[in-house]
């Protein structure tokens, strides 16, 4: 059975730093491409950080580049993000994903086949 859970959401103020952490069972972590989402109340999912299946290629979203690290250990099973100079405008429910599909598209959410059931993060301004 396959499952990503997220986990190190939390309140934080601004200009703070999280580390959320999203650990994947029930099959073989280094064969997916991964990615985090979030999405604010009353506003659609969004794409944050994608990363390829072996860590050496990675994307970002405009509004998160320079603050935010997506890293993955395949060892562990386990996909990263870190979030540095949080700002009230990235509170939102963090997704982590993994897309079985080959290919370099990791901003389409049709493009991941699993998804976490999200970790919340707010920041306090």
């Known amino acids: 059975q396959v499952k990503l859970v997220e986990s190190g959401g939390g309140s934080v103020q601004a200009g703070g730093s999280l580390r959320l952490s999203c650990a994947a069972s029930g099959f073989t972590f280094s064969s997916l491409r991964m990615g985090w989402f979030r999405q604010a109340p009353g506003k659609e999912r969004e794409f944050v950080a994608g990363?390829?299946?072996?860590?050496?290629?990675?994307d970002y979203a405009d509004s998160v580049k320079g603050r935010f690290t997506i890293s993955r250990d395949n060892a562990k099973n386990t996909v990263y993000l870190q979030m540095n100079s949080l700002t009230p405008e990235d509170t939102a429910a963090y997704y982590c994903?993994?897309?079985?599909?080959?290919?370099?598209?990791?901003?389409?959410?049709?493009?991941?086949?699993?998804w976490g059931q999200g970790t919340q993060v707010t920041v306090a301004s």
């Open positions: 994903a993994g897309s079985r599909r080959s290919g370099y598209n990791y901003r389409l959410i049709d493009e991941y086949d699993y």
């Open positions: 990363i390829s299946r072996s860590g050496g290629y990675t």
